[in-house]
T-cell receptor, first 111, second 114 residues
Framework: QKEVEQDPGPLSVPEGAIVSLNCTYS??????FMWYRQYSRKGPELLMY????GNKEDGRFTAQVDKSSKYISLFIRDSQPSDSATYLC???????????FGQGTRLTINP | GAVVSQHPSRVICKSGTSVKIECRSL??????MFWYRQFPKQSLMLMAT?????????EQGVEKDKFLINHASLTLSTLTVTSAHPEDSSFYIC??????????FGSGTQLSVL
C-alpha cells in the first residue's frame, strides 16, 4: 500500500463546475498537508498549505483536512480552462522535510 | 511565494557524459534544498536533501556517486548526473523552503540521454 493514494484520473469537467480532488494516506504522523498544481513539463506550484486538521480557503480554492479519516480534499469553484493541470497532494511530518507526494490527478476543464 | 530558479530547463546529452543542473533561491537563503525526480505520468520522488556546507543526504536506492550534489552557498545547489545513461532520462526538480514549512519548486530540468 502506498503511503499516499491519489486517483490519477483523468478527470474532465465543464467550465464553471465545482471540482473535487482528494487523497488518502496511511501515516498518522503527517501534520503538514499541501496541494500543488503542475503544468506539463513545469515545476509544481504551491496552491494550498494546511497544518493539522481543518479548512482553508483562498479565492476559488478550498482545502480540507480530516486527520481522523486520513483524508484531504481540494475544491475548485467556478473552474476555468486555465485550471487544467495535474494536481498533486503532498504531506509530511516535518514541514518541508521529506514531502510524500500523491501520484497526481490530471484535470481538464472544458470550455 | 519564494522564488526558486533552476537551469537549464532542458538538456540533451550523449551517453557517458556528465550533466550539471543548477538550483538557486533568488529571494531568500536556503540552508537546505531538495532534489526530486519525476518520470512521465508519475509522482515526484525525493532523491536527496542538500545541506549547505555539508554532505547531502540521499534517499534509499539513490546512488550518491552517480548523482553528485554540491551546496556551496546559501543560495545555490547543484546536481551533477555523472556518466549519464538513457535510464537516467527524467525530469529533475529542485526545491527549497524559506521558513522550513512551505516548499517551493524550481521549473524543472528535462534530461534526455541519447
Amino acid at each position: 500500500q502506498k503511503e499516499v493514494e491519489q486517483d490519477p484520473g483523468p478527470l474532465s469537467v465543464p467550465e464553471g463546475a465545482i471540482v473535487s480532488l482528494n487523497c488518502t494516506y496511511s501515516n498518522s504522523a503527517f501534520q503538514y498537508f499541501m496541494w500543488y498544481r503542475q503544468y506539463s513539463r513545469k515545476g509544481p506550484e504551491l496552491l494550498m498549505y494546511t497544518y493539522s486538521s481543518g479548512n482553508k480557503e483562498d479565492g476559488r480554492f478550498t482545502a480540507q483536512v480530516d486527520k481522523s479519516s486520513k483524508y484531504i480534499s481540494l475544491f475548485i469553484r467556478d473552474s476555468q480552462p486555465s485550471d487544467s493541470a495535474t494536481y498533486l497532494c503532498a504531506m509530511s511530518e516535518q514541514g518541508a522535510q521529506k514531502l510524500v507526494f500523491g501520484q497526481g490527478t490530471r484535470l481538464t476543464i472544458n470550455p | 511565494g519564494a522564488v526558486v530558479s533552476q537551469h537549464p530547463s532542458r538538456v540533451i546529452c550523449k551517453s557517458g557524459t556528465s550533466v550539471k543542473i543548477e538550483c538557486r533561491s533568488l529571494d531568500f537563503q536556503a540552508t537546505t534544498m531538495f532534489w526530486y525526480r519525476q518520470f512521465p505520468k508519475q509522482s515526484l520522488m525525493l532523491m536527496a536533501t542538500s545541506n549547505e556546507g555539508s554532505k547531502a543526504t540521499y534517499e534509499q536506492g539513490v546512488e550518491k556517486d552517480k548523482f553528485l550534489i554540491n551546496h556551496a552557498s546559501l543560495t545555490l545547489s547543484t546536481l551533477t548526473v555523472t556518466s549519464a545513461h538513457p535510464e537516467d532520462s527524467s525530469f529533475y526538480i529542485c526545491s527549497a523552503s524559506k521558513t522550513g514549512e512551505k516548499l517551493f519548486f524550481g521549473s524543472g530540468t528535462q534530461l534526455s540521454v541519447l
